[in-house]
């Protein structure tokens, strides 16, 4: 069964430093693989998605992520973090009748 | 123009008791899911139903059951709750054919 392994727990940055979020994922096809982000209190809102096609995809609010096959890798990044980055970061990989999401990265933005 | 809703947002009970969460989806998709997140923010989907009927059912306790009026809408009974039972629930609908879920706000249940 497919998998998500987020090994960063909690991630502290500074405003305006750049961001990369790790995601590893264990599939057994050409995986879907989503970015979500969840601010307190709130839903779960898709930053981006891979299904095939060029491995780097952008999302919204300046996200991009990359896909590397060979190491079963889906990290996010983000080039310049804003305060309002702050929030839980969530991969997931599908497909949508099995999807599987990682344990979330806690994203907390310094001043 | 909420996409995916639920009702109600807040939910404290006591053990023991019957309640049901409600969702509803504006998108025209035909395919709606609950999940459970627990306090330590780990989700895992729980149903999913496409043209009313049950498409998975991951091994949650059979005091779960989703309810299917029509395809705009797909509400959680729980019945019996259990301290355990405590957590955020989300819905999320798709539509057919695309891998892509749109979640709902999620309803915050406390079992006391």
């Not at chain 1, 727990?9 to 982000?37: D, K, M, Q």
């Not at chain 1, 209190?41 to 609010?61: A, C, E, N, P, R």
């Not at chain 2, 809703?5 to 409600?22: E, F, H, R, W």
């Amino acid at each position: 069964a497919q998998s998500v392994t987020q090994p960063d727990i909690h991630i502290t940055v500074s405003e305006g430093a750049s961001l990369e979020l790790r995601c590893n994922y264990s599939y057994g096809a050409t995986p879907y693989l989503f970015w979500y982000v969840q601010s307190p209190g709130q839903g779960l809102q898709l930053l981006l998605k891979y299904f095939s096609g060029d491995t780097l995809v952008q999302g919204i609010k300046g996200f991009e992520a990359e896909f590397k096959r060979s190491q079963s890798s889906f990290n996010l990044r983000k080039p310049s973090v804003h305060w309002s980055d702050a929030a839980e970061y969530f991969c997931a990989v599908g497909p949508n009748n099995d999807m599987r999401f990682g344990a979330g990265t806690r994203l907390t933005v310094k001043p | 123009d909420t996409a995916v809703s639920q009702t109600p947002k807040y939910l404290v009970t006591q053990m023991g008791n019957d309640k049901s969460i409600k969702c509803e989806q504006n998108l025209g998709h035909d395919t709606m899911y609950w999940y459970k997140q627990d306090s330590k923010k780990f989700l895992k989907i729980m149903f999913s139903y496409n043209n009313k009927e049950l498409i998975i059912n991951e091994t949650v306790p059979n005091r779960f059951s989703p309810k299917s009026p029509d395809k705009a809408h797909l509400n959680l009974h729980i019945n019996s709750l259990e301290l355990g039972d405590s957590a955020v629930y989300f819905c999320a609908s798709s539509e057919a054919g695309r891998n892509e879920q749109f979640f709902g706000p999620g309803t915050r249940l406390t079992v006391l």
